[in-house]
């Protein structure tokens, strides 16, 4: 039986209670999580139906903040998960281009706001590699915020990619204030921080690039930071070995194009607002949604509606996300269909979760573009899956 973390308020109380700590955890991330994922959701949906330009620049002022919100408590979480040894990586393969674009997506609106000048230089041929792809964008998110905070307004930051000795080296480098030679040997320490006024115009926690390091070491590779000193810009330098990728199907590595059509979606998810945020979002991407406020509805409305997709949250009422998985994976109605977590709880908090059950397991606050994309991705990779197997039958031996 899955258990998710969620703390009794007896042991919340005890200070100090080591045992309660990931308990709590759990419990923050999840309550920080679920009223992000409606302002994101809401912002996106503004951003494509806005045409007065000063409404465009509430909502993009909007939609900067909550990023940054959820980069720190990311952080923190992430902070919390390396120092009782629960951050874990799941690798696959993974173009290098398309890890940069998720990066950089990120971080643009920071660095546009502050007219920042962006050079980005890649391989000449496509590169693949067997990674965790969401732990080496954050790596790359982390390096490229902290060269947008600590560049001033109309600075320059140049992200690069090179494959050299068998090694793919990210690079990201800018031309703002710099490292104290003091503070490099503790850079990747954490809650490192050179000196800052009191209004803190840097802001931050000093954590991100504790946790690069980490993320990077725990794939084989290292980092190190290089800098002239104050005022002479600074440079970080990521190395990661190229393993050697598993065998994978010729269909499945198909055609990269996604024809533009309309899904059945269903949204199973307690919280309304979120639900509702997302179902508008889907909708005026021109798809079919439904919603359903917990499993036992959502998996009534499942039968009847036969979505291609299900979002499926994890912490819902009585019966919770991964029971409700497993009766549908189980449904013969729902043959075919894609089911995608969106949950505020991470897979590393949740106890004897098998998140195989799931095509992707995504972490609340999704962009609601990346919830769309892996929709359409995962659809195509069954489709894809689905075609093979119709080869092999029809073969003949």
């Known amino acids: 039986m899955v258990e998710l973390e969620k703390p009794s308020a007896s042991r919340a109380e005890v200070p100090g209670d080591a045992q309660a700590e990931p308990q709590v955890l759990a419990m923050l991330a999840h309550e920080l999580r679920n009223p992000l994922a409606p302002i994101r959701n809401g912002t996106e949906l503004l951003r494509s139906i806005c045409s007065d330009p000063r409404q465009l620049q509430v909502v993009e002022m909007i939609s900067r903040q909550v990023v940054h919100l959820t980069h720190l408590l990311d952080d923190l979480l992430d902070a919390a998960r390396l120092q009782r040894g629960l951050l874990t990586i799941k690798k696959q393969t993974v173009d290098v281009a398309a890890i940069i674009e998720q990066a950089l997506e990120a971080v643009r609106p920071a660095i546009d706001a502050r007219k920042q000048n962006l050079l980005v230089s890649l391989p000449a041929t496509s590169v693949r590699m067997h990674c965790d792809p969401v732990r080496l964008v954050q790596v790359l998110q982390n390096l490229l915020d902290n060269a947008n905070r600590f560049s001033e307004d109309g600075g320059a930051i140049s992200v690069r990619a090179e494959v050299a000795d068998r090694q793919l080296v990210f690079e990201v480098a800018d031309n703002g204030t710099g490292i104290e030679p003091s503070l490099l040997p503790r850079l990747f320490n954490m809650f490192a921080q050179g000196e800052q006024p009191l209004q803190r115009p840097k802001g931050g926690l000093g954590l991100g690039l504790a946790i690069a390091r980490n993320l990077v070491e725990m794939h084989g590779g290292a980092i190190d930071a290089r800098s002239a000193g104050l005022g002479q810009g600074s440079r970080f330098t990521v190395r990661l070995p190229l393993e050697e990728p598993p065998a994978e199907s010729n269909v499945a590595r198909g055609a990269d194009s996604v024809k533009a059509v309309s899904y059945r979606i269903l949204i199973i998810e307690d919280n309304d607002i979120v639900a509702m ?55 013969a109605s729902s043959a075919g269909t894609v089911l995608i977590a969106v949950s505020g709880y991470s897979p590393e908090m949740v106890r004897g979760a098998d998140t195989s059950l799931f095509a992707r397991y995504l972490s609340k606050p999704a962009f609601p573009g990346t919830i769309l994309s892996t929709i359409e991705e995962t659809l195509k990779e069954a489709d894809g899956a689905a075609a093979a197997g119709h080869d092999d039958s029809t073969s003949g031996t």
Do not use: K
């Open 277 to 331: 945020s997302l179902e508008q979002y889907l909708s005026h991407r021109g798809h079919e949604v439904m919603t359903a406020g917990s499993g036992e509805i959502g998996l009534t409305v499942a039968e009847q509606f036969r979505p291609h997709a299900v979002i499926l949250d994890i912490g819902l009422p009585g019966m919770n996300g991964f029971e409700v998985a497993r009766r549908l994976r189980s449904a």
